[in-house]
């Protein structure tokens, strides 16, 4: 019994096995502190070999700073020669529209686009087809006007030249709608003799490329004709039993423009955008000229004042020229450094003013009336208008007499201002509208529809119900309360951001820019100082549009997608509407200027890690491109960052766990994109570079200013 009991512990023995317990784990710790203290001492090591490395390193890059930021200035120069090349372009186009004289006026000058509205007010009987004609010349002249604001620098545009052309085409467009009203009115006098031999109703339909009108006269007034659609489409209307009986005719005028739409403010150069150097540069230019015109006019009165025989004359006359030309040549050559300097910085704050963000927005607005700064107009504008049938011609012996009304076409109002004379409750109901959506125009979502608020001179969601859309037959049907212009209307930001994007090179001068956003992937090429569409991708699936091979300059260009419905261009107010990853201004600049400058030879693709650095920093891919064959499925990256100030490789990849600024092993600081990327590029690829034209990096840098690519993704 005693046997199968454990043997008991002793006091002593156990006081043993915890002294020896004690032991071993001061023993660990000691071990652990030494090993800590150790990796300790070995991590403060590498922190200050690695600070001293780095150190190093910004030293170099500090003592070769103000010589990469002087070759940077020189290769810049691209931007003021371009803009120099714009103004003679611009210079030149109005020349030659002045040695044409093609009978057509030129919508900057105020005398001739007067002139032309005077004259075109005093015609009269234009028929629809004859102001159809003319309307082309005269969205020319608004589109022209339209392009002149765009295309001219803030720091051009007077604020009396602004008013003026903005004036002009509100002028035009109001002529050209009015025009339109009386070419109806005289279509519907001859409703009688245009009628349907079935219906016994008039029904007209005249296309062409901008404008296309849809009316119907009701000269049988039968109660049952209530479904009225034009030329055997489905674009009609279903009208209530008061209208069927009624002495009407229905429009729809579907312009494929926006006339309707205010005009938006144009930008002006911020003063805080334009550098404190510019006085001083402008000080100088005029400083230097008086000076030449001081030396020209010194050495005249010389010349006058000092009587000399003739061969002593001439002698002194040509060592006199030889000092001369060099001493006019020195200021020439100043003057023309300090016009470069100036033009430099006026562009700069030109496209600074492509990325600045609006502090606050403009207007609140109220529920059901539409946010222009949030939603576009697409498709253009449908005029939709019940008409008072006006008196009909009658023939009389051979001849046509018609009644003409001194207050021209009259609307008429549906439902009336008192409904007290009518007995039934649902005497005036909506009525059901059936719209063709325009085939240029991509919705990437259901079209909402928008009427205009005359009063409040703004577009309105209320007063339109039962919207349905059709997007296999782009057909759309909605009821309306009360007639007027309709437009259809898209969130601009439903591209944004964009999930990724890729700046390819193609060859010299010749770059393709990629976009990939929830909805679609465009491409765009960009060659010399042209853009095109090159292709899109609707759920990945190629999709044909009227704006391929196209080539248009950048600002046209912008203006033909948006109008498209492919907005992938944000705006200063853009960021309140859309999540962004904000950049400072000055470094988004600084980086698009760089990677314009070198995107002959050298592709830039969009990196994840751009999100996580700071506002102050930028990260990107890039990669030497000189083949014009396809990119592998793997290529080789470089990842950069750049602050404006410094550009670094980066050791972490797309796969990485976590971003880190830590140095490539084996690369340096520079102050610039331009020579970080020579550190590991060909020869080749530099010279491709050098190469460039200016033009052509001026439009890359405009498309990538004005995508914000860095920023919107």
């Known amino acids: 019994m005693s046997g199968s009991k454990k043997k008991k512990i002793t006091k002593a023995e156990r006081l043993k096995q915890l002294q020896e317990e004690e032991e071993k784990r001061q023993k660990e710790e000691e071990e652990a502190r030494v090993k800590h203290e150790k990796e300790e001492m070995e991590r403060l090591e590498i922190q200050r070999t690695e600070k001293e490395k780095w150190r190093k390193l910004e030293a170099k890059a500090l003592e070769r700073s103000n010589e990469e930021l002087e070759e940077l200035y020189l290769l810049e120069r691209c931007f003021p020669e371009a803009e120099k090349l ?81 004036g002009s085409i509100l002028e035009l467009q109001e002529l050209l709608h009015l025009k339109f009203n009386i070419a109806t009115e005289i279509l519907l006098r001859q409703a009688s003799t245009l009628a349907d031999l079935d219906s016994g109703n008039m029904e007209k339909v005249i296309q062409d490329e901008n404008v296309t009108l849809y009316v119907w006269a009701n000269l049988k007034k039968n109660p049952r004709y209530r479904s009225v659609r034009f030329s055997e489409t489905q674009i009609g209307f279903e009208i209530p039993r008061i209208l069927a009986t009624s002495d009407i005719a229905l429009r729809l005028l579907h312009t494929h423009y926006d006339h309707v739409t205010p005009l938006r403010p144009v930008p002006a150069a911020s003063q805080e955008n334009t550098s404190t150097v510019t006085p001083f540069v402008k000080g100088e230019v005029k400083s230097v000229e008086a000076a030449i015109s001081k030396n020209l006019q010194e050495e005249c009165k010389q010349q006058e004042n000092e009587p ?25 050559a100043t003057k023309c450094d300090l016009e470069m300097k100036l033009l430099s910085e006026t562009v700069s ?137 309709v437009t259809l209307i898209q969130d601009a930001h439903v591209n944004m951001p ?127 491109h000189l083949t014009k064959e396809e990119p592998s499925q793997n290529p080789n990256w470089n990842f950069l960052m750049f602050s404006g100030d410094r550009a670094q490789s980066l050791k972490i990849n797309e796969s990485s766990e976590a971003f880190s600024k830590a140095l490539k092993e084996e690369t340096e600081f520079h102050s610039t994109l331009y020579h970080m990327v020579k550190d590991f590029a060909s020869k080749e690829a530099m010279e491709k570079v050098r190469l460039s034209s200016c033009q052509f990096i001026d439009s890359v840098c405009h498309l990538l200013l004005s995508t914000r690519l860095l920023s919107y993704s």
């Open 86 to 166: 714009k103004r003679e372009k611009r210079l030149l186009s109005q020349w030659k529209h002045y040695i044409q004289c093609g009978g057509s006026p030129d919508p900057s000058i105020s005398q001739e686009i007067n002139t032309f509205i005077s004259l075109w007010k005093e015609e009269t009987n234009e028929t629809f087809e004859a102001v159809i004609a003319k309307s082309k010349l005269v969205l020319n002249l608004i589109e022209r006007l339209k392009l002149i604001l765009l295309e001219t620098p803030p720091y051009d545009l007077q604020d009396k030249n602004i008013a003026q052309y903005q």
């Open 308 to 332: 000399h025989s003739v061969h002593e004359e001439e002698t002194k006359v040509m060592e006199e020229q030889d000092d001369t030309e060099r001493q006019t040549e020195e200021p020439e």
């Open 349 to 485: 704050a030109a496209q600074m003013l492509l990325l600045e963000n609006a502090c606050e927005k403009p207007y609140s607005f109220e529920d059901p009336e539409v946010d222009l700064y949030q939603f576009t107009t697409l498709g253009g504008v449908y005029h939709l208008d019940i008409l008072e049938l006006p008196p009909q011609c009658k023939p009389v012996k051979g001849w046509m007499i018609v009644e003409i009304l001194k207050e021209g076409l009259q609307k008429y109002v549906y439902p009336p201002e008192t409904t007290e004379d009518f007995e039934m409750e649902n005497a005036f109901p909506p009525i059901e509208v059936m719209l063709k959506v325009h085939e240029n125009v991509i919705f990437f979502e259901d079209p909402m529809v928008a009427r205009w608020d005359a009063e409040g001179k703004h577009w309105k969601t209320d007063g339109i119900s039962n919207v349905s859309y059709q997007p296999e037959d782009r057909l759309i049907t909605f009821s309306l309360e009360t007639f007027g212009p």
């Open 498 to 624: 964009y999930q990724s994007w890729e700046l390819r090179p193609l060859d010299v001068n010749k770059v393709l820019l990629t976009v990939t956003t929830v909805f679609t992937e465009i491409q765009i090429q960009i060659k010399e100082n042209l853009c095109k569409l090159a292709s899109i991708k609707l759920n990945n699936k190629r999709h044909s549009s009227a704006l391929e091979e196209k080539w248009m300059s950048p600002v046209s260009f912008i203006i033909a997608l948006k109008e498209a419905g492919l907005n992938i261009f944000p705006t200063g107010h853009s960021h309140f509407y859309v999540v962004t990853n904000y950049k400072l201004p000055l470094v988004e600049m600084k980086a698009y200027r760089q990677m314009a400058l070198l995107s002959s030879a050298f592709a830039f693709s969009w990196s994840r890690w751009n999100t996580e650095c700071d506002p102050k920093n930028v990260v990107f891919k890039v990669r030497e």
